[in-house]
């Protein structure tokens, strides 16, 4: 059949038994305008080996319905720079199963164009491995709402690269849950900058280890009312150095719940200017 005499309303009209029986040979032969003609029956029954063959301009030549069309073990075979070349609007496209046959060489080579097309349902439908491969630079370009989306699981496959590049406006949209989940390591890695930027709703999920993990700089970097938020079980964690880098505003912040909660070592690691400064309140509160 010779494909190329074929008008964009004929091929639309190929039967499926057609379109699967065709070579990579037909496809290098399809013009970009065919190739956005085809449905997103037609694209589907496209082989791997077909899919594979697409050159970059084909590819962005898909219509979106003709993306929808693509299964998973197909965007797995679509090459680095097919992949690339997919417009934000394309990639918008991709149904979520479909996504999951993104290689992590796919992952990495997604420009920061379409990690940010990547909608709520898609980011939250990516595996631990896909997301562990995007680069520092795509994190760093997600927006709050896709931060948002990020699934607990996802949160805790962050590298420390990964959560280094995340913006003080995506540190104040995780939530509790999602700060919960992240690795002491992770936590360890948090900036100065970046602790204070987290809501009282997420420094509320800090646990007792992560809250041990992080350093001084960014134990001292919180807000009081960051502290005040932190679980009284929560300061079990805090480690003697972090006790004694408290300023004298975060000691008190500290409600008398949280004073309670205190280990006897933790209130011997108060320095005379911090016993100074508590409240009548909080020093009823200690047991």
């Known amino acids: 059949m010779a494909l190329s005499n074929l008008t964009t309303t004929q091929i639309a009209g190929l039967p499926t038994s057609i379109i699967a029986g065709l070579t990579t040979a037909d496809i290098a032969a399809l013009t970009t305008a065919q190739i956005g003609a085809l449905t997103s029956k037609q694209v589907a029954a496209l082989t791997t080996t077909d899919v594979a063959a697409l050159s970059s301009a084909q590819a962005a030549a898909l219509s979106t319905k003709g993306v929808a069309g693509l299964g998973s073990a197909q965007v797995g075979a679509l090459t680095t720079a097919a992949m690339g070349a997919l417009t934000s609007t394309q990639v918008a496209a991709l149904t979520t199963g479909a996504l999951a046959g993104l ?39 997600l927006t709050t709402g896709q931060i ?10 962050l590298t420390t690269a990964q959560v280094g590049a995340l913006t003080t406006g995506d540190m104040a949209v995780l939530g509790s849950a999602q700060v919960a989940a992240l690795t002491t390591a992770d936590v360890a890695a948090l900036t ?11 420094v509320s999920g800090l646990t007792s280890l992560q809250l041990g993990a992080l350093g001084t700089a960014a134990m001292g970097a919180l807000t009081s009312s ?3 938020a932190l679980k009284p079980a929560a300061l079990a964690g805090l480690t003697t150095a972090e006790v004694a880098a408290l300023t004298t505003g975060q000691v008190v912040a500290l409600t008398s ?29 200690l047991t």
């Open 103 to 141: 290689t992590t060489a796919e992952v990495a080579a997604l420009t920061t164009g379409q990690a940010v097309a990547l909608t709520s349902a898609q980011i939250a439908a990516l595996s631990t491995d896909q997301v562990v491969a995007l680069t520092s630079t795509q994190i760093g370009v």
């Open 226 to 228: 960051q502290i005040a």
């Open 192 to 202: 100065s900058t970046q602790t204070p930027a987290l809501s009282t709703v997420g």
């Open 148 to 157: 948002k989306a990020l699934t607990t699981a996802q949160i805790g496959s």
């Open 257 to 285: 719940g949280q004073i309670a909660a205190l280990s006897t070592d933790q209130v011997e690691a108060l320095t005379s200017t911090q016993i100074g400064a508590l409240t009548t309140g909080q020093i009823k509160a």
